[in-house]
T-cell receptor
Framework: GDSVTQMEGPVTLSEEAFLTINCTYT??????LFWYVQYPGEGLQLLLK?????DKGSNKGFEATYRKETTSFHLEKGSVQVSDSAVYFC???????????????FGKGTKLSVKP | SAVISQKPSRDICQRGTSLTIQCQVD?????MFWYRQQPGQSLTLIAT?????????ESGFVIDKFPISRPNLTFSTLTVSNMSPEDSSIYLC???????????????FGPGTRLTVL
């Protein structure tokens, strides 16, 4: 079945450091790919998305490129801030043949802590 | 995107009791979903709430334990029945982007309900 694998956390960085959170996926169809963020004590917020190969999603300085050849969707940010401290979830929604009806499959999440 | 609210935001319940969680959306949406997030874990889909018909449950979840209602296109409830401490989780509802092809589309999440069962 479809699955998403994220790098294990927690990740601790200093402010203004470069961030990469790796995400790879397995899917039988043509998935859309998402990054969601969960700030402490809150629900999930959509951070960015990409719907086809080579698409780049971007928001709030975060970027991720849909790489079909490597089945990856790594999240990057050039300079993190303390306010970026949160849990980040990679997810896919398979719009292939039959199956998921649009529900999301999530990775396990990566906790990011940014120190001043 | 839709504005989604959930009630209650949190609750502490006794073993053996039941809790009904409400999810309200500010616009009509075709697809509504219920997820569970156990402590320190990722999200797991419980079921898809279908308007006018029975919910579609994922493997490992059954209607007797998690009955769902969907009386209209803006509202759904999830009941956690006969609770045990293992049911302590965050329960989140989500909606598919309205008026669009839902396969592979974006979902927007409510703030979640934090449930603790003693």
């Amino acid at each position: 079945g479809d699955s998403v694998t994220q790098m294990e956390g927690p990740v601790t960085l200093s402010e203004e450091a470069f961030l990469t959170i790796n995400c790879t996926y397995t899917a039988t169809g043509y998935p859309s790919l998402f990054w969601y963020v969960q700030y402490p004590g809150e629900g999930l917020q959509l951070l960015l998305k990409a719907t086809k190969a080579d698409d780049k999603g971007s928001n709030k300085g975060f970027e991720a490129t849909y790489r079909k050849e490597t089945t990856s969707f790594h999240l990057e940010k050039g300079s993190v801030q303390v306010s970026d401290s949160a849990v980040y979830f990679c997810a896919l929604s398979d719009r292939g043949y039959g199956g998921s009806q649009g529900n999301l499959i999530f990775g396990k999440g990566t906790k990011l802590s940014v120190k001043p | 995107s839709a504005v989604i609210s959930q009630k209650p935001s949190r609750d502490i319940c006794q073993r053996g009791t039941s809790l009904t969680i409400q999810c309200q959306v500010d616009s009509q949406v075709t697809m509504m979903f219920w997820y569970r997030q156990q402590p320190g874990q990722s999200l797991t889909l419980i079921a898809t709430a279908n308007q006018g018909s029975e919910a579609t449950y994922e493997s490992g979840f059954v209607i007797d334990k998690f009955p769902i209602s969907r009386p209209n296109l803006t509202f759904s409830t999830l009941t956690v029945s006969n609770m045990s401490p293992e049911d302590s989780s965050i329960y989140l509802c989500s909606v598919g982007a309205s008026g669009s092809n839902l396969l592979g589309d974006t979902q927007y999440f409510g703030p979640g309900t934090r449930l603790t069962v003693l």
